[in-house]
Nanobody, 116 residues
Framework: QIQLVESGGGLVQPGSSLTLSCAPTSVLWRIEVMGWYRQIPGKPRELVATADRRGDTNYADSVKARFTVWRTISNSTVFLQMNSLKSEDSAVYFC??????????WGQGTQVTVSS
């Protein structure tokens, strides 16, 4: 598995923006897909957005047009720009990667709270 280090969570007001970032600590060449999932206590982890090595992206319907995911291919850092945040976006956000051997890795999670 690949170790993923996340940063950027926090407490923001509704309508605000926040950017999350995540970088692997090693074996960059093996990573095919990187992205983000989120989880609310008592509910399954759900897809937010992913980007593959070619730059193709995939978004959950609930975040399309508000969130943008991108990655720097050179070092495989992945970013999630979150705009127009809503209270229902509050969750623990987990960085995700899948390598060429289809092995999945997860970050430790970062809390995002949207509240007035």
């Amino acid at each position: 598995q690949i170790q993923l280090v996340e940063s950027g969570g926090g407490l923001v007001q509704p309508g605000s923006s926040l950017t999350l970032s995540c970088a692997p600590t090693s074996v960059l060449w093996r990573i095919e897909v990187m992205g983000w999932y989120r989880q609310i206590p008592g509910k399954p982890r759900e897809l937010v957005a992913t980007a593959d090595r070619r730059g193709d992206t995939n978004y959950a319907d609930s975040v399309k047009a508000r969130f943008t995911v991108w990655r720097t291919i050179s070092n495989s850092t992945v970013f999630l720009q979150m705009n127009s945040l809503k209270s229902e976006d509050s969750a623990v956000y987990f960085c995700y990667s899948k390598d060429i051997g289809q092995v999945e890795s997860w970050g430790q999670g970062t809390q995002v709270t949207v509240s007035s």
